[in-house]
């Protein structure tokens, strides 16, 4: 195991397609132009970031907190597990999926390194107290449930048609996983371990949900010249399937990774030198345009969104948005299904709309906005995780 502790020195400012994006920024990794990131996670307790390196068969450990340092693992385990791609955190380890065989494990406490041994496999999460792989074992699909106690393996469910399984994702009491193999979604139920397929998905990659659709990026290649990024979106309730257009010309592959945010923006990016964000509840598009042409996975870490490109190993920073009033207003109305609890907070925010900021009354006002959500929370009538981000975004009004 190679351990180089570095400095992240090497910050340069993103362009978008129409203007300076000041508040993102990126940073090198390893300036090596054969390391090949993919995906990324974040131990917010620990303040760590993990990315794997598919071509160097390890991963980076990466200490956010100022000054930012990172630390090599490459070809950590010995040839045990090479091309790494995806990670997932639970129990103070680090599990990497392997498009070869096994999983690779780090404890990031006492810095042992040890396997499990499985199939080829791509994405992997930790989620509802399990670690979940989506593996190719003796020539089945499965998505795969393994102990981060123990490290062994619970259950193998077989995936319909023997689709290849690319990414899981974990919402609700469900497991959804990307299929590209199918052009297919498919949804596993933890309780009932039933699976419910969708079809009709071009190429489907990355996943992400808000509580009313799942978000699919159309990882395809185009075909014919003009086609552009698209994300599916899923209706939970219904099923249906429809389309957000970003407008984005696709040159390689279209969107790859999706994350939503702490605002419930989603945020996507592509291989096509893109990133960018959709707003759920308007479907307004925001884009950047990279200096790489290859985006892979995202996380947020604090007030950041985090992404790997492809130059050497490189990381990009961008800011979320601070939400106004407006923003919230049609956040709200988007997401709370509630007439009477739609029209409480909508006749809150109009009130404080009304009057002059930083005044007496729009402090009063705001008060009584921010003292209507604890009450509608307490008498659960609005989420508890979706009111502590109402609070949060009124905490800069």
């Avoid at 810095?111 to 499985?118: D, G, P, R």
């Avoid at 759920?280 to 947020?300: D, N, P």
């Avoid at 709309?353 to 006002?365: G, I, R």
């Amino acid at each position: 195991m190679k351990k180089i502790f570095i400095s992240l020195l090497i910050f340069l400012l993103m362009i978008s397609s129409n203007f300076v994006n000041a508040r993102t920024q990126f940073f090198t990794l390893n300036p090596d132009p054969e390391s090949l990131p993919f995906a990324i996670a974040y131990d917010s307790t620990a303040n760590l970031v993990f990315v794997s390196d598919y071509h160097f068969n390890g991963f980076y450990e990466i200490d956010v907190k100022p000054p930012i340092t990172t630390t090599y693992h490459l070809d950590a385990w010995g040839g045990d597990v090479s091309e790494p791609y995806g990670v997932a955190l639970s129990n103070n380890k680090a599990y990497f999926s392997s498009r070869t065989s096994n999983i690779g494990i780090y404890n990031y406490v006492s810095q042992a390194l040890s396997t499990i041994s499985t199939g080829p496999s791509e994405g992997i999460i930790s989620y509802s107290g399990y670690v979940w792989l989506a593996e190719f074992y003796s020539g089945v699909s499965y998505l795969t449930k393994i102990s981060p106690i123990t490290d062994t393996i619970v259950a193998r469910y077989a995936i319909p048609n023997n689709w290849r399984p690319n990414v899981p994702f974990g919402d609700g009491n469900y497991i959804w996983v990307s299929c590209r193999s199918g052009n297919a979604v498919v949804r596993f139920d933890i309780t009932s371990t039933l699976f419910t397929s969708y079809t009709g998905i071009k190429s489907p990659l990355g996943l992400a949900a808000d509580a009313t659709y799942v978000y699919v990026a159309e990882n395809f290649k185009p075909v014919t010249p003009g086609e552009t990024d698209h994300i599916s979106r899923i209706n939970k309730s219904t099923g249906e399937i429809t389309r957000i257009d970003l407008g984005l010309p696709i040159t390689k592959e279209g969107p790859y990774g999706l994350y939503l945010d702490s605002n419930n923006d989603l945020w996507w990016t592509d291989n096509s030198n893109h990133y960018g964000y959709v707003v759920t509840s308007t479907l307004a598009v925001t884009y950047y345009t990279s200096i790489y042409e290859c985006q892979y996975f995202l996380i947020q870490v604090a007030k950041d969104i985090y992404f790997v490109s492809k130059g050497s190993a490189d990381i990009g920073i961008a800011q979320i948005r601070s939400l106004s009033i407006t923003d919230v207003i049609s956040d709200i109305t988007y997401n709370i299904k509630s007439k009477p609890v739609l029209n409480t907070l909508l006749r809150d925010l109009n009130q404080v709309l009304s009057k002059q900021p930083n005044s007496q009354a729009y402090n009063s006002m705001l008060q009584k906005y921010k003292s209507d959500v604890i009450s509608l929370t307490k008498s659960h009538k609005i989420d508890s995780a979706y009111a502590d981000k109402l609070l949060d975004w009124a905490s800069v009004w």
